[in-house]
């Protein structure tokens, strides 16, 4: 029961803090343009260009496609471009880590679709008459092996760098080992938790227990790992390895935002908000609040 | 002094009397590799010692930024700094808020951005200019002081670094160690932008603690918001060059040029970063003798914040940016244009068209010289002789145009249509390496301030020149044009060019784009390009 609870709660508390994070900086308030090229939106794109290249730009429709910024974002999450373009030896230990924790969610959707097959009487198995079954069986393999070799490599090799690296090893905090080390704690114990059946048949049984909260008789490896896969769960969001909801911001809002503030556009209704706010704080330089002149 | 290896970011508050010494720049490219053809990087005078802070790498970056006398001094130095530093997270900082919190919470300290540095690459890779390393101190700074994490676990989330006058001042110091070009934001794997961070740093000592740099401000944007141009050219004195540059050019060139000023019922208002009438006059000139050769209704104003496209503010301060762009606004509203063409000043670009964006509704729309230069070559309304201008010809782009803006191809679409030996630098477009001048280096030049910036900030951008030029830069007899379409650029090739004595030596020369694109008129009698002579 427990367990299961620690389950619900820490997907249920992942996802809330992530959402509530992306809603913080949402409502932020309106910023000043920063974009910065090549904008993917942008006609030039291929060259790095934008509207401004027309003359009397504001007389003429922004043309924009949407498609390939989506396209690159894909890029980004899929595959982290940028850091295979400007650091490739990194980019293989981190998109190991990062391909492995995309290999785990798919897995963990598999493992409760698996196990809710089972409880419905479909047989999840190599040998099984049923073609889904089958088909979740594999998958469910594979994405299992695949994640979690990939990941606890990734993890593992991350840290390893940063401590041995000299000028890495400057800039890391403790706190940064600590981050990369419970990822891997976290990964480990699901090797050795898991890793006695390489069918996973044990991890679905598990898995279909904590999802309908039917109670069951844990060993501690397999506690310590429900344990530490909740902590990670519910710290990710809190620490800045929530940077799956700030890199929407940075490219969205700041590096690829570069819509004008013509007549009637949204841009100006944000302005004429922002216009009208005046700030609890201000600066006491001279130039800006001036001292007042002494009383005569 | 520390090796520049051993550096950590919390070294900023040790007491040695200076954190590294560069001694380890890039060898340049030929003919500059050879022994001899560098002075030495030079020590700070003892006096500025006494003075200023040169407890960095021994350059002064700030001339304002003066050593305390008492304890007193010292403590008030740092209350205040941590007094601006909480308020660039306060509701007085709303317009940027978002992107600094987004820079200041996420870095990854992947390390990716390092490399994109060119001052960072110049000083063969000195651990102080890493782009993270400034960032990296201000959130120890913060983590001390303004976090539950950093008050109660301390070193564990990074709050380790001792907070004194030296540590504050150095950061004031590195703020200014940073052309705020971007370019390394352009490889973050998370978009994050380090430039931010120093101008953070930046606008808290001017913002809040009334330091920075004399030609920044006091005889920047101060003086310009008095006088209407940080040149302090007043109204009288600019008509007077006007006329004088008239004569001028009838004189050179037998060409009867009249610049339209104030004229009623012009289409577009230009705007010429004042300080081309003094440097080089020669630019506003061309762009005039190409405005008339085209056609265009035109017109200069003389009104006060008219006549002075530059706003200083961008790099240090954002309440006087805004006060500038909107007194700018103001005039060419009550002009009463269409609308309004920056000429070749990338950070005049960037003010108008960028950054003044949000600042107001209801804007009079402004545009870049350079799309409609391009207009004017495309549609031939010039007549043009592109073997006037068979020499080699490169093309730097100012960072605040190019990467900022995107306005990539239009300057290279002309140099191809006018210059039949154009080629390019590498890497060139949105991934250019800043002149070294850009943020105000190029007109910061007290102290020993000018070494630093065309010795190692410009460092990179001479190596891309000389690359562009290489198997015709012995050749003297051949002028080599560095075409920099940028008032503060020009600042930063004219310095490289003097220092490295080129023009001398090798005949290399710069200037803008449309200097080169007069020089191309058939109706013109002789050379526009004063070294074709
Ligand atoms: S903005 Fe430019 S100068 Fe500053 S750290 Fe980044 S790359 Fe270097
Ligand atoms: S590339 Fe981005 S995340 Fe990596 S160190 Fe630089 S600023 Fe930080």
Redesign the interface.
Same mark, same amino acid.
């Given at each position: 029961m427990i367990l299961s609870i620690i389950a619900y709660l820490s997907i249920g508390l992942f996802v809330g803090i992530s959402v509530f994070k992306a809603y913080q900086f949402a409502k932020m308030p309106f910023h000043g343009r920063m974009d910065l090229y090549p904008v993917p939106k942008e006609k030039g794109f291929e060259h790095g260009g934008s509207y401004y290249e027309e003359t009397a730009w504001w007389t003429k429709p922004h043309e924009v496609s949407h498609m390939r910024e989506i396209v690159e974002m894909l890029k980004e999450i899929l595959f982290i471009k940028k850091l295979f373009e400007n650091q490739r030896p990194f980019w293989w230990i981190s998109y190991a880590l990062h391909l492995g924790i995309y290999f785990l969610m798919a897995w963990t959707i598999l493992l409760v679709v698996g196990g809710l097959f089972e409880v419905n009487g479909i047989s999840v198995a190599a040998n099984t008459s049923s073609i889904l079954g089958l088909l979740v069986y594999y998958v469910t393999a594979l994405t299992g092996y695949f994640g979690l070799a990939l990941a606890t490599l990734g993890s593992g090799l991350l840290f390893l760098r940063r401590a041995f690296d000299n000028t890495l090893k400057k800039y890391t905090t403790p706190q940064e080992y600590f981050n990369l080390l419970l990822i891997f704690a976290a990964l480990v114990t699901g090797i050795f938790t898991w890793g006695n059946d390489l069918s996973f048949g044990y991890a679905r049984e598990v898995t279909a227990n904590l999802v309908t909260f039917t109670p069951f008789s844990a060993n501690g490896l397999l506690t310590l790992h429900i344990f530490l896969v909740g902590i990670m769960l519910i710290y990710i969001p809190i620490s800045k390895m929530s940077h799956y909801v700030g890199k929407y911001f940075t490219f969205h809002k700041v590096l690829w935002d570069n819509n004008p503030n013509l007549k009637g556009s949204g841009v100006e209704q944000e302005i004429k908000k922002a216009s009208s706010f005046r700030p609890t704080t201000s600066w006491s330089a001279p130039h800006i609040n001036p001292p007042a002149a002494p009383e005569k | 002094m520390l090796n520049q &290896?051993d550096? &950590?970011?919390k070294d900023m508050g040790r007491s040695d009397e200076q954190l590294i010494k560069l001694d380890n720049l890039i060898p340049l490219l030929a003919p500059y590799d050879k022994p001899g053809m560098e002075s030495p990087l030079t020590d700070p005078k003892p006096a500025w010692k006494e003075k200023f802070c040169t407890s960095l790498d021994g350059y002064v970056g700030i001339d304002t930024l003066t050593r305390p006398k008492s304890k007193e001094e010292e403590d008030e130095f740092v209350r205040?700094f941590l007094?601006?530093l909480e308020?660039i997270f306060?509701?007085?900082n709303?317009? %940027?808020?978002?992107?600094l919190?987004?820079?200041f919470?996420?870095?990854?300290?992947?390390?990716?951005c390092s490399?994109?540095c060119h001052i960072y690459s110049a000083t063969g890779n000195n =651990?102080l200019y890493r782009p993270?390393f400034r960032s =990296?101190v201000l959130r120890k700074i913060v983590k001390k002081y303004f976090t539950t994490s950093g008050k109660l676990?301390g070193?564990?989330?990074?709050a380790d670094i001792d907070v004194n006058w030296e540590t504050i001042a150095r950061l004031g110091e590195l703020a200014y160690r940073c052309n705020l070009c971007?370019r390394c934001? /352009?490889?973050?794997?998370?978009?994050?932008?380090n430039a931010?961070l120093s101008k953070e740093i930046r606008k808290i000592f001017?913002? =809040?603690?009334?330091i920075a740099p004399t030609p920044l401000?006091t005889k920047g944007t101060?003086l310009q918001i008095k006088t209407g141009s940080s040149t302090g050219l007043s109204k009288p004195a600019f008509l007077d060059t006007l006329e004088f540059l008239e004569e001028d050019t009838e004189e050179k060139f037998g060409i009867k040029l009249k610049f339209p000023v104030d004229k009623k019922g012009a289409d577009i208002l230009v705007l010429h970063n004042a300080g081309e009438f003094m440097a080089w006059p020669e630019n506003p000139v061309a762009f005039a003798i190409l405005f008339d050769a085209a056609g265009l209704n035109w017109t200069l104003s003389s009104e006060i914040m008219g006549y002075d496209s530059v706003n200083y503010g961008l790099w240090y301060d954002d309440? /006087?940016a805004k006060k500038i762009a909107l007194m700018q606004m103001k005039v060419a509203k009550e002009f009463g244009v269409k609308?309004m063409v920056v000429a070749e000043c990338g950070h005049a670009h960037k003010a108008s068209?960028?950054?003044s964006?949000?600042?107001?509704?209801? &804007?009079v729309?402004v =545009?870049?010289c350079?799309?409609?230069l391009w207009?004017m070559v495309r549609n031939k309304q010039l007549k043009l002789d592109p073997s006037k201008n068979n020499f080699p010809v490169t093309l730097h782009d100012p960072c605040n145009i %190019? &990467?900022?803006?995107?306005?990539?191809?239009?300057q290279r679409n002309i140099l191809k249509a006018i210059a039949p030996q154009f080629r390019e630098m590498t890497p060139h477009? %949105?991934?250019n390496y800043c002149c070294g001048g850009g943020s105000g280096f190029a007109i910061m030049n007290y102290a020993n301030f000018p070494e630093f910036r065309t010795q190692v900030a410009s460092r990179v951008k001479f190596n891309q020149i000389l690359g562009a030029f290489k198997g015709t830069m012995e050749d003297v007899s051949t002028p080599k044009y560095i075409c920099a379409p940028c008032s503060n650029c020009k600042g930063a090739m004219r310095g490289i060019l003097e220092h490295y004595d080129a023009s001398e030596k090798y005949n290399l020369q710069y200037g803008g784009l449309v200097e080169l694109m007069v020089n191309a008129l058939v109706s013109m009698k002789k050379p526009f390009l004063e070294f074709l002579e």
């Open positions: - | &290896r550096l &950590r970011p205040k007094s601006g308020k306060s509701d007085a709303n317009g %940027v808020l978002q992107p919190l987004l820079s919470e996420y870095c990854a300290k992947c390390n990716t490399d994109a =651990e993270i =990296e676990l070193g564990f989330v990074g971007r934001a /352009q490889t973050c794997p998370l978009g994050l932008d931010i001017s913002q =809040e603690m009334g401000h101060m309440y /006087q609308r068209i960028i950054t964006d949000r600042m107001t509704s209801d &804007r729309p =545009e870049s350079l799309p409609l207009d %190019v &990467r900022q803006m995107g306005i990539v191809e239009p477009g %949105v991934d």
